[in-house]
């Protein structure tokens, strides 16, 4: 069995690694799962772990016992790197004891499967534990990586998050805002008022979003909107919170173009979702914009890969709002 090898499946469906060093195993889960994800496979720990770091996974289907490195190896591996340790991991083994299930998930393992394995009981978990990841959001380590400037604050402006584009924007002194004593501030007064309706209106009100311009050596666009209530970087917090985002110099965006950049969508693929935004059809935007259809429906297959939706409607909602955050645990 070629340890590199696909089962084929659609591109825009989220993609799963099934580690196990038994062919028999990883052909039944592959029956069980190929309907459903990209199914790709390890046959033992090395490439698993080369196989992640070069092209991450949705989810990983990972055995306990097996030859040179061991299940509980990999993923000590896998969650001491913060680039895969967020990548939620389910072992499948033969291992039944309550002692083993413990130490599986106390290692990070979001669940444990035992063998024989139920199809239709796999098949819910792996679908919920993939589900809770994406409709998660971005993680704080995805929003340090942005060129946007991201703040989170209550409604008195005080801060309770700040990327690294932030507050090196921030430290620059070069601009109408700073945050002084942990609240962030608008030097000139008429931008104080424009910043505190702003906070107010997004931290008392369901108004998606804002945007105004920070005039200074260089001209920013500012958005604010509600943080999503589903977003679990709010655990623990009872007062409403809003998203700052602030652009780059001289960059003027809309809503669509803002999304754009969070996903980081492709000019093509940007079209396509603004047309579909506005109610088009795939084959109305194709015919309008002098494109076959099946160009269009390829764009659209990169967009539900980058925004793991699987259906227009999703897309669409997905696409009208801001993505919940979740904190970096």
């Not at 090898?5 to 028999?24: A, E, G, K, Q």
């Not at 459903?36 to 490439?47: E, I, N, P, R, S």
């Not at 942005?146 to 209550?154: E, N, P, Q, R, T």
């Not at 424009?194 to 260089?218: G, P, W």
């Amino acid at each position: 069995m070629n340890q590199n090898m696909r089962i084929p499946m659609p591109s825009s469906l989220p993609r799963i690694l099934i580690v196990d060093d038994n062919p028999s195993m990883i052909r039944l889960l592959g029956a069980i799962f190929d309907k459903d994800y990209l199914v790709t496979f390890a046959m033992d720990g090395k490439t698993a772990l080369e196989m992640v770091e070069k092209d991450p996974p949705c989810l990983i289907l990972l055995d306990v016992m097996m030859p040179e490195m061991d299940g509980y190896e990999v993923c000590k591996h896998l969650k001491d790197n913060e680039l895969t340790a967020d990548i939620p991991i389910v072992f499948v083994t033969a291992k039944s004891n309550a002692e083993e299930e413990f130490y599986a998930l106390n290692l990070g393992a979001v669940d444990y499967l035992c063998k024989p394995i139920s199809p239709q009981i796999a098949k819910i978990r792996v679908q919920n534990h993939i589900k809770n990841k994406y409709t998660n959001g971005f993680s704080v380590m995805a929003m340090d990586a942005l060129s946007l400037a991201i703040l989170i604050v209550d409604e008195h402006g005080a801060v309770k998050y700040i990327n690294t584009c932030a507050k090196e924007l921030l430290n620059a002194k070069i601009h109408s805002l700073t945050i002084k004593d942990d609240y962030l501030f608008a030097i000139s007064f008429s931008d104080k008022s424009k910043l505190s309706a702003f906070i107010t209106a997004a931290t008392s009100t369901e108004e998606i979003r804002s945007a105004m311009f920070l005039h200074d050596e260089e001209v920013r666009q500012i958005f604010i909107t509600p943080l999503p209530s589903t977003s679990s970087f709010i655990q623990n917090v009872t007062m409403p919170l809003a998203l700052i985002l602030i652009t780059e110099p001289n960059e003027t965006l809309s809503e669509v173009q803002l999304m754009g950049k969070l996903y980081d969508l492709s000019p093509a693929e940007l079209r396509v979702a603004t047309a579909l935004l506005a109610g088009k059809s795939p084959g109305d935007y194709a015919s309008e914009a002098g494109l076959t259809l099946h160009t269009v429906r390829s764009q659209l297959k990169n967009l539900f890969s980058k925004t793991y939706t699987r259906r227009q409607s999703e897309l669409v909602a997905l696409l009208s709002k801001l993505p919940p955050l979740r904190r970096q645990d």
